[in-house]
């Protein structure tokens, strides 16, 4: 208490002008400060008891009273209901904050098994937020029209879409709907495979044979509408996933270009002291130690990767090259079977004995069958040649991750390409009067919808059989028994690449199935909501915390990244669907166009003027797309290039901030941070004052 009385009394009355200390130390204006009133004893006396930082409290109080004097009522008032208002958004956010999904159940994961294991529970919770918004859009712009309608709300009136200009041929579509008495393994058989009586539902493409629906005197043309709510949820999904990933981006690069200062973050200020409850105190450094072995872990590895001979270099990569041969060919070879395997089910789904429904239905799912084998069977063999490759934690998360995501979106885009080598690709005469093979896909929209549909049925059963049927058993076994081949697989651990693929494969299909299945991102909210709990208490009861534990930082990036690659690759079955493949003529909202995309020339033809439609057309044609490619590409380069000279800038920077540090070392003939020694002999006035505004940035 002696030394910090000498300080502030130095600081405040002795040898230096304390006024000009504050406005150096605080970058203040100096009338300001000169208009702070002189500190009592009593005053100096309550600063050293309650610590330095008393000190600075009570010239902030101060700066801003002597700030306020000469103000009118009008700017006082101002501030005043500013700070009001400021003070009731934070009480707000913070009220808010009690209201946000599973908080309380994240927070205790991230306690008790680390901050990796918790970005994946936050990643599910972000995916429940987006399929139940992607819900909300379909609904609104889609079923909700109908549903109007068909109970004549506000005077609402359907006009029924007729075939024009189509052979007879084409029109032809009986869905296979279930009369008189039924039994139930048969609604149990229509509820797995999308047929029956779900086909004639809501929930598929081939229900919504509208032209438009007239609410007063207003139509809603529902073809446009489709079409527009389709675009609307996959832009809402990308900028959303774009703006996630931009922001993890930043986080990324700030980390690692200076690890240390992370850590310094860290130790210093990791702690959150609005904590008052114990046990979330507890949580909270349970957090902050499985964050620092992470970053100690890593920086083991890193040393040890460095100081590698050039003959363990060349053994190391020759070994990493004839792994990436191996990984090739089981790629290769899942894709041959899916492809194979999704030829024959629909070449003999149909012709099935409706006698034999056990059979039939095994026949349907044999495509999902074989795509969940694929991606049971080959994660298990990259996560074992990964470890042969010798990376680091983080890295070998993020191979086999992509790896994985390779797989199972691959096979989505295998399924898919076999579904339109029967659909569009059939030879002779058996797609000429239609387009497509109007025999075997009378309305091939709800065919490829019903497909997504056993697929995500399909993945959310085969995680909950995990779940109950190997999970659980491991954990009883490895308790009670004691037998040594048991007790060598010990309890699991709770696998982040995987658990993440899981719903990155499920939100793909469920993006590729809304266009022809609208309310499939229902299923997929109500999906991710049972597989938050199902996770949760695998996670508690049966897993064990990891043994090399995860940044949470760079996980929730790269989870963002593949997510926004799945989407990308959503596109392309969705494009080709959407312009490419004539639409069925027997059902569905674009029965009397070519494509469903001639839904938008049409419009622009029939609703807009000649000068309209020339520049709309001009916008659309290669003479625009390619000179505003080549401006964006000039753009890009402008942007990256700003961005390294930003960086230079930066590295300058902390050139001088090294150099300033020295100086001070010097100046105080002393090690700068060896206790607060170098600060107190800076503020004397004998020394220069110049360095006061480098030392408090420092």
């Known amino acids: 208490i002696f030394q910090k009385a000498v300080v502030v009394d130095v600081v405040i009355t002795s040898r230096i002008k304390w006024r000009e200390f504050v406005c150096v130390t605080l970058a203040i204006p100096l009338k300001a400060a000169g208009r702070l009133h002189p500190v009592t004893w009593s005053e100096k006396l309550f600063l050293v008891l309650s610590n330095n930082s008393g000190f600075y409290f009570w010239i902030l109080r101060a700066t801003e009273k002597a700030d306020t004097e000469d103000l009118s009522r009008w700017e006082k008032w101002r501030i005043t209901s500013n700070k009001s208002w400021k003070k009731t958004l934070s009480e707000i956010k913070d009220l808010t904050s009690y209201l946000v999904l599973w908080q309380r159940d994240i927070r205790s994961i991230e306690g008790k098994f680390g901050a990796g294991v918790q970005s994946y529970f936050s990643f599910l919770r972000f995916l429940v937020l987006l399929n139940f918004i992607i819900f909300i859009i379909m609904f609104s712009f889609v079923t909700l029209p109908i549903i109007i309608s068909k109970y004549g709300i506000f005077n609402s009136t359907v006009a029924y879409m007729s075939p024009k200009n189509i052979d007879d041929i084409c029109t032809i579509y009986e869905p296979s709907t279930n009369e008189g008495l039924v039994y139930f393994y048969t609604y149990l058989n229509d509820l797995l495979s999308g047929t029956g009586f779900l086909e004639v539902t809501s929930l598929f493409y081939g229900y919504y044979s509208i032209d438009a629906v007239w609410i007063s005197i207003m139509k809603y043309n529902f073809p446009l509408a489709y079409l527009l709510a389709t675009f609307a949820y996959l832009a809402l999904s990308f900028c959303w996933l774009l703006k996630g990933s931009v922001e993890g981006f930043k986080n990324h690069l700030v980390h690692d270009a200076d690890p240390f200062q992370s850590y310094c973050n860290k130790v210093f200020a990791g702690w959150d002291f609005c904590i008052t409850d114990p046990s979330a105190a507890r949580l909270k450094y349970r957090s902050l130690k499985y964050e620092l072995q992470t970053d100690l872990q890593e920086e083991k590895l890193k040393r040890k990767i460095a100081e590698r001979t050039t003959k363990e270099k060349q053994r190391i990569y020759s070994l990493r090259i004839f792994i990436n041969i191996i990984v090739l060919a089981v790629l290769l070879g899942c894709f041959y079977s899916i492809y194979r395997v999704t030829v024959f089910s629909q070449e003999n789904s149909s012709g099935a004995d409706n006698d034999n429904s056990l059979v039939n239905l095994f026949v349907q799912y044999l495509p999902s069958v074989v795509i969940t084998a694929a991606n049971f069977i080959a994660p298990l063999i990259f996560s074992f040649l990964i470890r042969l490759e010798d990376y680091t934690p983080a890295f070998e998360i993020k191979l086999t991750l992509l790896r994985c995501v390779f797989l199972r979106l691959a096979s989505i885009g295998v399924l898919l390409l076999s579904l339109w080598s029967q659909i569009a690709g059939c030879g002779g005469d058996k797609c000429k009067p239609c387009g497509y093979n109007y025999k075997l896909y009378p309305c091939w929209e709800t065919d490829v919808g019903q497909e997504m549909y056993k697929l995500m049925i399909f993945d959310f059963i085969v995680i909950l059989a995990m779940a109950l049927f190997v999970d659980f058993p491991r954990k009883l076994l490895v308790t009670h028994c004691s037998c040594k081949l048991v007790q060598m697989f010990g309890y699991k651990e709770f696998e982040i690449s995987g658990n993440v693929l899981e719903i990155i494969y499920g939100q793909t299909i469920c993006w590729i199935g809304t266009f022809f299945s609208p309310l499939l991102p229902a299923i997929a909210t109500i999906k991710y909501f049972i597989i938050f709990y199902i996770k949760k208490i695998v996670l508690i009861h049966t897993c064990k915390s990891a043994a090399r534990p995860i940044r949470a930082s760079s996980s929730n990036f790269f989870f963002l990244v593949v997510l926004l690659i799945g989407l990308l ?64 590409c000039i753009i890009v380069f402008y942007v990256v290039a700003l961005a390294r000279a930003h960086k230079r800038v930066i590295e300058q920077l902390r050139e001088q901030l090294v150099l300033q540090v020295l100086q001070v070392e010097q100046f105080t003939d ?11 002999a800076a503020l004397w006035p004998s020394k220069a004052t110049s360095r006061f505004g480098s030392i408090h940035v420092l």
């Open 569 to 632: 690759l959503a596109f392309v079955p969705l494009a080709v669907s959407i312009a490419h493949i004539p639409s069925s003529k027997a059902c569905g909202v674009f029965r009397n166009v070519n494509t469903s995309w001639e839904v938008i020339p049409n419009l622009i033809l029939d609703k807009f003027s000649k000068g309209w439609q020339q520049f709309l057309f001009g916008i659309a044609s290669e003479a625009f797309a390619v000179p505003f490619f080549v401006i964006l």
């Open 670 to 680: 002393q090690p700068f941070g060896e206790g607060c020694q170098c600060r107190n």
